[in-house]
């Protein structure tokens, strides 16, 4: 079985400051690692995915993330936040060779002027 | 890139009433498509894998007689919550593997907020 932990369940930051939303995760098999972003009332909208090579994934909208394997992690991080980046973020999972996505709890990322 | 289109995105019904959501893929052909239970402020919860052609598969605990799914073609399902009652109130969202366009990604519907009363 799979488990993501996403430790913060919120994360307020100023516009402009740097920021990273962690996530850890838990697995017998090899995976697929996801980053979704949720804006108020819609559905997800895929950010970066690691599925293999550069353990560092460049995604949409100035977000990366690092696959850390000894760590079981892929924190989410960007140098400088809009306030537009306010939103839910979701980290999830996926075995290999199966479609099953496992999500963590999201992180509501909420920048301020 | 992939799409994915739900319908209704809003939808108000009375207690005891049956409620039916699409699912569709625009731009590609799914075999399989997923339906997820979402309520406020929390993660995302797997209810069933829906399978063209064959029963749907339901995850633990949810009920298959209530959540009726449908997968007619290989670009719609269906989702049909039988005898609505308030607490099934959430926000559902469907999602399908991008097939030949990203084997590996899931591409997610807007999805759809039911309110029963």
């Known amino acids: 079985a799979q488990s993501v932990t996403q430790l913060d369940s919120q994360v307020p930051v100023f516009e402009e400051a740097p920021v990273e939303l962690r996530c850890n995760y838990s697995?017998?098999?090899?995976?697929?690692l996801f980053w979704y972003v949720q804006y108020p009332n819609q559905g997800l909208q895929l950010l970066l995915k690691?599925?293999?090579?550069?353990?560092l994934v460049k995604g949409i909208n100035g977000f990366e993330a690092e696959f850390n394997k000894s760590q079981t992690s892929f924190h989410l991080r960007k140098p400088s936040v809009h306030i537009s980046d306010t939103a839910e973020y979701f980290c999830a999972v996926r075995p290999t060779g199966f479609q099953k996505l496992v999500f963590g709890t999201g992180t509501r990322l909420l920048v301020s002027p | 890139g992939a799409v994915v289109s739900q319908h209704p995105s809003r939808v108000i019904c009375k207690s005891g009433t049956s409620v039916k959501i699409e699912c569709r893929s625009l731009?590609?052909?799914?075999?399989?498509m997923f339906w997820y239970r979402q309520f406020p402020k929390q993660s995302l919860m797997l209810m069933a894998t829906?399978?063209?052609?064959?029963?749907?598969?339901?995850e633990q605990g949810v009920e298959k007689d209530k959540f009726l799914i449908n997968h007619a073609s290989l670009t719609l399902s269906t989702l049909t919550v039988t005898s609505a009652h308030p607490e099934d109130s959430s926000f559902y969202i469907c999602s399908a593997p991008g097939g030949t366009l990203s084997t590996d990604t899931q591409y997610f519907g807007p999805g759809t907020r039911l309110t029963v009363l």
């Open positions: 731009d590609f052909q799914a075999t399989t």
């Open positions: 697995s017998s098999v090899s995976v697929y």
């Open positions: 829906s399978n063209e052609g064959s029963k749907a598969t339901y």
């Open positions: 690691y599925l293999s090579g550069s353990t």
